[in-house]
Nanobody, 117 residues
Framework: QVQLVESGGGLVQPGGSLRLSCSTS????????ISWYRQAPGKERELVAG???????RYADSVKGRFTISRDNAKNTVYLQMNSLKPEDTAVYYC???????????WGQGTQVTVSS
């Protein structure tokens, strides 16, 4: 059974930092591509950060220079370090895994990030 579990969300002040974690199971980690999405109230889900099939990183323009995606292959875990947070970063953040061979997607249940003074 494929399972993705996000953690690390919470309430922070503008300018603060959070680190999100995405723990995976039921996947061959080296054969998956992991990315982070977010969805704010009234808006569609959008790509925040991810890896391409060579392991290079990509980011949404709105978070470049502030967010960093990384992975720990031994722990089958992907992280999203979020610095200099802004109120517009408030959203539910989701982890997505795509299996390279099958091309199918799996989603976690999300973790809430709220940036407010």
């Amino acid at each position: 059974q494929v399972q993705l579990v996000e953690s690390g969300g919470g309430l922070v002040q503008p300018g603060g930092s959070l680190r999100l974690s995405c723990s995976t199971s039921g996947l061959t980690f080296s054969r998956t591509v992991i990315s982070w999405y977010r969805q704010a109230p009234g808006k569609e889900r959008e790509l925040v950060a991810g890896f391409n099939d060579f392991g290079a990183t990509r980011y949404a323009d709105s978070v470049k220079g502030r967010f960093t995606i990384s992975r720990d292959n031994a722990k089958n875990t992907v992280y999203l370090q979020m610095n200099s947070l802004k109120p517009e970063d408030t959203a539910v953040y989701y982890c997505k895994a795509k299996r390279l061979l099958a091309g199918d997607d799996y989603w976690g249940q999300g973790t809430q990030v709220t940036v407010s003074s």
